[in-house]
């Protein structure tokens, strides 16, 4: 496994040797785990002049729970103060003169700390560059979302067994986030969304005191972190035994929508692209006003990465990026419908669009 | 209520125009929580030359359950793009020369935006400035704290009237977050610690699928969140008829330090003064170097605000500051103690300091 790490180690820094840079301190949490294998809290990983270094307020050791660092990667330890600048110190003692820093997630102030502490560094922008090398996953990492994917199907699937009329949101998205862990995940990718009637369709609801009534529409959003790796999906149920005319129409145009985005996705397909497929089969029913942001976005070991399928996001779909598609329409005072899948994006000489989330999309009668 | 947050942001105001600045932006959420009620995803806070505004991506009737601002505050709607970016740009347009901005939060890459939007903007920095008004708690703070309170202790009262031989840390975590809702929490102020044998004591750790055991020592460390403020409440329990001699030894120790910290606390005691009654009890058994960075800190829109009760902490307490007093000792492959109180700090007149987590701290054998 040491290999993956040095690997991407070793791409990052090709990337900011490009740059001019000598070395290059990364900060971002999710960051330092992709290139470190764990990042302990207050942690920062300094790609250095000679070698890498993980800088740490405690040894990793008296953190168990946490995983260990890749064994290729010294560890640093210093104890009370900012990494980061203790990390700069280091750089500029090793002689760098150059130091390229995550400008999109350092402060202004810890980087005028860093610049104090170095004054003759040279401070240069990394940018997204690891996020960048982080929208490609190997097959050991669409392994983990496969498996967080197959971990929510099942909490999902047992809460439908349950009875669910006279359930508060809040308590169905706890039964939720406790079934996650019941099944293996580290825990939920984000906080687990239940809502029903008038609040339904909305993203990221915040469940409430509501509870469940008969003909409510019902829409949950969980999604299940395991080993780092976050997955996410959204189904939207009605609640008794026939739904009304109304929620048919609303399901079926957001399933059609829903389908059209999965079914855009290829290799090179444009970002901006799989939104458009989406958005069309909305516009066409002149549910415009109702659009989100986003139709979908990818995921790892964040639960938003990039890419964003937006109208104006920039960029093609590569093999083996894993995304959500995820559109949803909600009426004011009504409620509405959002159906959200993980999808691996694969050639259609391997068979298409991996599906990861396989609960099942018709409009179920709960 | 509007008065209070209308007095609040006219004594940021009265600070940074003492300062030099004309306006100020605020992006830090609990900071914009608590100088406008709420603070919706993505929103900022700009407090203008002529007016305040609450510059949100979306309105907020679209995110009922986030409560409503402060209706003494204008809110300006811009969807797409960064709020901060957006207020800059009204700040500048309004005339302002200047603007404080909070470097302590903002990134270097969100900073250069707002520059770019508004080349002939100074900005200057707020520094921890909303931080310093927020240390000292009114009574309506301090309610919704004892309310929290009173939350964890019902919590934790139910677990321990429960079978706990057998379960795991990771159980027994989530079922001590699925009470806390049950009881009225917004949700757990921070993830719940529940930690067995050997890893009992370890401040924060996180719950593994060790299951209780006889013989154990067991601590908990969990907090409600109500109307967003936080709480926190430690207690290390043994399992079984009656605890081992070391482990009554540790338990003494571990207790006679949290009551020297307790027992310091008054308006006009240095920060580090506390720290130091804690300490030196430890210190006297020979404990100095399981010890941690910090021995308490203050509590309220955030689980770990100032004052921070560390050695090299400056400043006094005042009365109605809520700290957490919260001493452990962990004997690496044995296990450990904690224990953990949420208190306010008044004065001697007033009965001294307020002790909001009730819950016994007698060695409970379970």
Same mark, same amino acid.
């Given at each position: 496994?040491?290999?993956?790490?040095?690997?991407?180690?070793?791409?990052?820094?090709?990337?900011?040797?490009?740059?001019?840079?000598?070395?290059?301190?990364?900060?971002?949490?999710?960051?330092?785990?992709?290139?470190?294998? #764990?990042?302990?809290? *207050?942690?920062?990983?300094?790609?250095?002049?000679?070698?890498?270094?993980?800088?740490?307020?405690?040894?990793?050791?008296?953190?168990?729970?946490?995983?260990?660092?890749?064994?290729?990667?010294?560890?640093?330890?210093?104890?009370?103060?900012?990494?980061?600048?203790?990390?700069?110190?280091?750089?500029?003692? &090793?002689?760098?003169?150059?130091?390229?820093?995550? !400008?999109?997630?350092?402060?202004?102030?810890?980087?005028?700390?860093?610049?104090?502490?170095?004054?003759?560094?040279?401070?240069?922008?990394?940018?997204?560059?690891?996020?960048?090398?982080? #929208?490609?996953?190997? !097959?050991?990492?669409?392994?983990?979302?496969?498996?967080?994917?197959?971990?929510?199907?099942?909490?999902?699937?047992?809460?439908?067994?349950?009875?669910? #009329?006279?359930?508060?949101?809040?308590?169905?998205?706890?039964?939720? &986030?406790?079934?996650?862990?019941?099944?293996?995940?580290?825990?939920?990718?984000?906080?687990?969304?239940?809502?029903?009637?008038?609040?339904?369709?909305?993203?990221?609801?915040?469940?409430?005191?509501?509870?469940?009534?008969?003909?409510?529409?019902?829409?949950?959003?969980?999604?299940?972190?395991?080993?780092?790796?976050?997955?996410?999906?959204?189904?939207?149920?009605?609640?008794?035994?026939?739904?009304?005319?109304?929620?048919? &129409?609303?399901?079926?145009?957001?399933?059609?929508?829903?389908?059209?985005?999965?079914?855009?996705?290829?290799? *090179?397909?444009?970002?901006?692209?799989?939104?458009?497929?989406?958005?069309?089969?909305?516009?066409?029913?002149?549910?415009? &006003?109702?659009?989100?942001?986003?139709?979908?976005?990818?995921?790892?070991?964040?639960?938003?990465?990039?890419?964003?399928?937006?109208?104006?996001?920039?960029?093609?779909?590569?093999?083996?990026?894993? #995304?959500?598609?995820?559109?949803?329409?909600?009426?004011?005072?009504? *409620?509405?419908?959002?159906?959200?899948?993980?999808?691996?994006?694969?050639?259609?000489?391997?068979?298409?669009?991996?599906?990861?989330?396989?609960?099942?999309?018709?409009?179920?009668?709960?």
């Amino acid at each position: 496994m040491s290999e993956v790490y040095a690997n991407r180690r070793s791409r990052l820094r090709e990337h900011f040797n490009a740059g001019g840079a000598a070395a290059a301190l990364v900060t971002r949490p999710a960051n330092v785990r992709y290139l470190a294998a #764990v990042a302990p809290q *207050g942690s920062v990983l300094l790609l250095g002049q000679r070698e890498d270094l993980l800088v740490c307020p405690v040894p990793p050791d008296d953190r168990p729970t946490e995983g260990r660092p890749d064994e290729a990667l010294p560890v640093h330890v210093t104890p009370g103060g900012d990494c980061a600048v203790a990390a700069a110190g280091l750089a500029a003692g &090793e002689g760098a003169e150059s130091l390229a820093v995550e !400008e999109h997630h350092l402060t202004v102030a810890r980087h005028r700390a860093l610049t104090s502490v170095a004054p003759r560094l040279r401070l240069a922008d990394l940018g997204a560059a690891v996020e960048q090398l982080r #929208v490609v996953k190997d !097959e050991e990492e669409i392994s983990c979302l496969r498996i967080g994917a197959e971990i929510a199907d099942q909490a999902l699937g047992e809460l439908l067994e349950s009875i669910l #009329v006279g359930r508060t949101e809040r308590h169905l998205a706890l039964e939720l &986030e406790r079934r996650l862990v019941d099944h293996g995940a580290d825990g939920p990718a984000f906080p687990t969304s239940v809502a029903t009637g008038p609040n339904s369709g909305r993203r990221g609801h915040r469940p409430t005191d509501r509870r469940v009534e008969e003909g409510d529409f019902l829409s949950v959003c969980l999604g299940a972190t395991y080993r780092g790796y976050r997955c996410e999906i959204g189904r939207t149920f009605v609640i008794g035994t026939s739904p009304a005319d109304w929620q048919v &129409e609303l399901y079926d145009l957001v399933f059609a929508a829903q389908r059209a985005g999965r079914e855009s996705l290829a290799p *090179g397909t444009a970002y901006r692209d799989v939104d458009r497929a989406v958005r069309q089969v909305l516009d066409s029913a002149g549910c415009t &006003e109702a659009l989100p942001a986003l139709t979908g976005h990818g995921v790892g070991l964040e639960i938003d990465e990039d890419p964003q399928l937006a109208p104006a996001a920039v960029g093609k779909l590569d093999a083996c990026v894993p #995304v959500t598609v995820e559109p949803g329409v909600h009426l004011p005072g009504r *409620g509405g419908v959002r159906i959200d899948d993980t999808l691996v994006v694969r050639p259609e000489a391997d068979g298409g669009p991996e599906l990861l989330t396989i609960t099942t999309k018709e409009l179920l009668a709960l």
